[in-house]
């Protein structure tokens, strides 16, 4: 049976009251907490933290960011990652993508025998998926056609699912219910978005202002309707239409995105909407809830304040897929201040080079990046990042700078 594109949030809800549905942990909270404090927790970092973010050896100076690593949505679906295991010790476990944006908790987890699902040409294959088999959705949650399968083959669904990405879910259902289109502020390609753009019934992914800014115009004096496709390919809905569907518009965000930029996009389209239709009837055109993610706000917030200091570098720390962390980077950037985003210590190689991604560029290596002398270096952490990999970052750079 297919999932009708109006009936999204009646499947939801039947899938959620059924035996093989879990949302919560399954009764090994405690010992869980261990493996993870043992695993992921660092007595430098709250060394650090109990001295108010900042720590000096020999001549360099740390400064870390007042809010930093992970979330409590992360550390949730970890620690429900780690109880699934505890609970079906025996059973095939399955997690539909990476359980978070971060290379040393998916590694551990395939240490503990569970799967990741494949993706073969930009689509994941559930073939191998048995049927009874346990299945976990990771914090980004999971497409609608993807729980569909799931539910077919009678696997057990644990759902990590972070509740502020569920929050969006509701408003774009509400988006859908009064015949909105959603206009999701979010990467396409990224597993979050594509996860909400399929409660949506019409939907169009902007990446930037910029895109929002040429999708208003739009609105306001029509265009090219071929060349505005052609700009959105692969991030709109089947059969979108910009000339029908931009009359009425909902606003929605990957949680991971700027909060400023999510602001300011939301915006603009009230804005816009009020221009063409006026103020007495911007109700009937246009819809807004606040669904930005709290510990995503709180880690940017931190990052405008640590900008401000006087640094000589920044080091940013998280998955080269997170986009959070990615955002993180480009405030440090826009504040014209030297940064490298690692998502490991490993990262650090010898005689003074580091291996990063750059925003524009890739993953690529720069020498000499610790400059002599007296340093003061910024660190921040993405949401998926643990304590002990920031910690392990750190180490290596007094290492360096002592021992030469």
């Not at 300011?264 to 909407?273: N, P, R, S």
């Not at 290596?396 to 021992?403: A, E, L, T």
């Amino acid at each position: 049976m297919t999932i009708d594109q109006m009936n999204t949030k009646s499947f939801k809800r039947e899938l959620q009251k059924s035996e093989n549905y879990h949302r919560k942990g399954f009764g090994h909270g405690v010992e869980v907490a261990g493996m993870l404090n043992s695993e992921y927790q660092s007595s430098l970092i709250q060394e650090i933290r109990n001295n108010n973010y900042y720590l000096k050896r020999g001549n360099v100076t740390i400064r870390l960011a007042e809010a930093f690593g992970f979330c409590w949505g992360v550390e949730r679906a970890v620690a429900m990652a780690y109880e699934t295991r505890q609970h079906f010790p025996t059973e095939k476990i399955w997690v539909t993508n990476e359980i978070i944006h971060n290379p040393s908790v998916n590694n551990r987890l395939r240490e503990m025998n569970v799967s990741f699902i494949e993706i073969k040409e930009g689509v994941k294959d559930f073939s191998k998926v048995g049927q009874g088999d346990v299945v976990i959705l990771p914090a980004f949650g999971a497409t609608i056609s993807e729980m569909e399968i799931l539910r077919d083959k009678n696997c057990t669904i644990v759902d990590t699912t972070c509740p502020w990405v569920s929050k969006v879910w509701n408003s774009v259902e509400k988006h859908k219910k009064q015949d909105y289109t959603s206009i999701i502020h979010g990467k396409y390609k990224h597993e979050e978005t594509v996860a909400t753009s399929s409660f949506a019934n019409k939907y169009l992914v902007v990446l930037n202002l910029d895109e929002a800014n040429y999708v208003c115009d739009y609105i306001l004096t029509g265009g090219n309707k071929e060349e505005f496709l052609n700009k959105f390919k692969n991030a709109y809905s089947e059969g979108f239409d910009p000339d029908q569907d931009l009359d009425r518009v909902g606003i929605a965000n990957q949680t991971t995105m700027l909060k400023s930029e999510t602001e300011q996009i939301g915006k603009l389209f009230e804005h816009t909407m009020i221009k063409k239709y006026s103020p007495a009837t911007i109700n009937e055109h246009f819809m807004s809830f606040n669904t930005i993610c709290d510990a995503t706000q709180e880690r940017q917030d931190a990052m405008f304040g640590l900008v401000e200091e006087d640094l000589d570098l920044m080091v940013v720390i998280g998955g080269f897929n997170s986009s959070n962390t990615t955002h993180l980077q480009e405030i440090a950037i826009e504040h014209g201040i030297p940064s490298y985003h690692i998502d490991s210590a490993d990262r650090i190689k010898p005689n003074n080079c580091v291996e990063h991604q750059s925003l524009s560029k890739g993953i690529e290596i720069a020498h000499n990046w610790l400059p002599e002398g007296d340093l003061v270096i910024g660190v921040t952490s993405g949401a998926s990042t643990p304590d002990k990999v920031v910690e392990d970052v750190i180490e290596n750079i007094f290492s360096y700078k002592i021992n030469n």
